[in-house]
């Protein structure tokens, strides 16, 4: 009997392993796709050719990006709600693919868990997923660390050499786990043969530039053009030094020939996911490849895609970053929230989440009104999703749907965790809606040749709702480094907690009245964008006390247990 989470205790991995997976080759007939156009890793997954892309059929297509409420310290089921939103859309007869992020093996193993959906609303084989998948990861991590060795290198040979300044290498090594023991390190030590001793450091592999210069990269060439621009440092006589400069991006690009192309999976009803990709949305662009969400649109009529954590940081950088790079615009959106979120920004603890208080969502619902508001900016009227927890009351959640109604926006229950596509179906129906009234017209809230200062005001005043930008000494001296780069012209990738809609964490609900300060600034030049750093963000994440790594297991069958 197929496992039921309404009146069954399965986990996760229990309802993806009692799935029956269909051939990856009848996942691909549904796009109208041939056997002979798709590179296959085993039955269940494979690579998508970049000669698929289809200008004109993007056009047609219709983007519909899920985001959410300001979050607590579990997520609120984006993913949940993209991929049950997908099985809706399909059970409606609407030809609908949803686009995801690949999921990093630091918090697969530390204390966020996967990112392969949830309950009946899974994408599937769920382990390979959320584990090595197709190896791109690895691909990127290699990469990345081609370019840190070719830097070595290039410091340690005294002929030839570009009078590199190792004091002012700015790029790190990577890995995708979390090891806080490599934040800061020291490399060339044990004599003259191992290198010129050096302060050095790892980040995760989801914030190497790498993994966003994949993420907006069009095509094969731009991929490698991109790496090119990669800035490493400076030389001794103050000139900038970039990739090209150790003709590295050929050898980068060789390394990532086949990550540049989007896998395809399936979702638990054997419905097709696209999933490439896996930049963090607080330091990086938080979502999936250009290439796989055009993908997407190019396969079908519907195209269902995430932006990581809140509308404030994932959404705002899908809408003026991504979108506009790429020349793509959504058609709808959709505001994920849940009873428990609102209860959080409405004052409740943490082991208060699941006690049901009226009083505590109303509070709350300044976080979501806010968010609500910020969508209307960038001309998107938000179908709000109230993701289903079985803690919920109807006095709650007809309390949330009055007040989104008060605001002109509809919300939906949405019970995909529980359900899959037959409890998406209303929320199907309220976006296809929103989609057909053609009321929605995507704009961005800024102009990327503004002054830099200028678009960090815009989003810091309308998205955020902060009175002031103070900028600290070192932000003020990147600054000017950025001007003498003429980097001026690049968008700006916000990168801070994710826990506020303000820099500061502990500011829950809509706070007013703040300040934000841009501490430091970092520059990706080959994904095309400066990233300001508001507070202390971590780009090398530790475990937690408990890691999840301690609860899995894996038997004599290769069966494995205790993965979420």
């Keep these: ?108 193993f530390g204390i966020k868990g996967g990112a392969a959906g949830g309950g009946f609303a899974q994408v599937i084989p769920m382990e390979d997923i959320n584990l090595h998948f197709t190896g791109d990861f690895s691909a990127i991590e290699k990469a990345n660390n081609l370019l840190a060795a070719l830097i070595d290198n290039n ?51 989801p914030a190497s530039e790498v993994m966003a210069i994949l993420c907006m990269a069009e095509s094969f060439s731009d991929l490698k053009e991109r790496l090119g621009k990669i800035f490493i440092g400076y030389t001794f006589d103050k000139r900038p030094v970039y990739a090209a400069d150790l003709k590295a991006e050929n050898a980068m690009a060789i390394l990532l020939k086949d990550a540049v192309k989007p896998n395809l999976v399936q979702t638990l009803e054997n419905n097709p996911a696209i999933i490439h990709g896996g930049p963090f949305a607080n330091i990086a662009q938080g979502t999936n490849t250009i290439i796989a969400t055009k993908m997407g649109m190019s396969l079908s009529e519907y195209v269902v895609t995430e932006a990581g954590f ?13 979108c506009v790079s790429a020349g793509i615009k959504p058609k709808a959106l959709v505001l994920v929230a849940t009873i428990r979120a609102l209860r959080h920004h409405g004052g409740a603890k943490k082991d208060e989440y699941n006690d049901k208080s009226v009083e505590r969502v109303e509070a709350g619902f300044s976080n979501l009104k806010k968010h609500i508001d910020n969508c209307k900016k960038f001309g998107l009227s938000p179908v709000v999703a109230i993701n ?45 809606k929103e989609i057909e009234s053609g009321n929605n017209n995507f704009k961005a809230l800024y102009d990327w040749n503004l002054p830099i200062k200028e678009k960090i005001a815009k989003i810091a005043s309308e998205i955020y709702g902060a009175d002031n930008v103070i900028y600290a000494k070192q932000a003020l001296s990147d600054l000017r480094k950025i001007q003498k780069l003429e980097l001026d012209h690049l968008p700006v990738c916000m990168a801070k907690t994710q ?33 300001p750093i508001l507070g202390n963000m971590m780009r090398m994440p530790g475990l937690p006390s408990s890691p999840a790594s301690e609860q899995m297991n894996i038997d004599d069958n290769g069966v494995i247990s205790g993965l979420s």
Excluded at 72 to 79: C, D, L, Q, Y
Excluded at 505 to 519: H, S, Y
């Design 1 to 108: 009997m197929k496992p039921n989470k309404e009146t069954h205790n399965y986990s996760d991995i229990d309802i993806a392993q009692s799935a029956h997976l269909e051939h990856i080759k009848n996942i691909a007939q549904k796009l109208n796709v041939g056997e002979d156009d798709i590179e296959m890793y085993g039955k269940y997954k494979a690579k998508l050719p970049l000669d698929l892309l289809n200008a004109e059929k993007v056009k047609q297509s219709n983007l519909i990006l899920v985001t959410a409420m300001t979050p607590t310290p579990a997520g609120e089921g984006k993913t949940t709600t993209s991929i049950g939103l997908a099985e809706g859309l399909n059970m409606l007869d609407k030809k609908t693919i949803v686009v995801l992020r690949e999921p990093s093996l630091g918090p697969v």
């Design 155 to 205: 410091i340690q040979n005294k002929k030839d050499n570009l009078n590199i300044d190792p004091r002012t290498v700015v790029w790190k090594r990577v890995m995708d786990m979390n090891d806080r023991a490599l934040r800061d390190i020291v490399i060339g030590l044990g004599g003259t043969a191992n290198g010129i001793p050096r302060q050095d450091g790892f980040n995760i592999t």
């Design 310 to 322: 809140g509308a404030d940081l994932g959404a705002e950088k899908f809408l003026d970053i991504k």
């Design 388 to 432: 289903a927890f079985p803690s919920d009351s109807e006095e709650e959640i007809e309390l949330v749907k009055s007040m989104c109604a008060e605001h002109s926006v509809d919300a939906v229950v949405a019970k995909g965790w529980a359900q899959g596509g037959r409890g998406m179906t209303d929320l199907a129906k309220a976006v296809i």
């Design 499 to 531: 826990k506020s809609l303000s820099d500061n964490p502990t500011l829950l609900g809509c706070p007013t009245g703040f300040d934000v300060t841009i501490r430091e600034f970092e520059y990706a030049v080959g994904a095309g964008f400066i990233i």
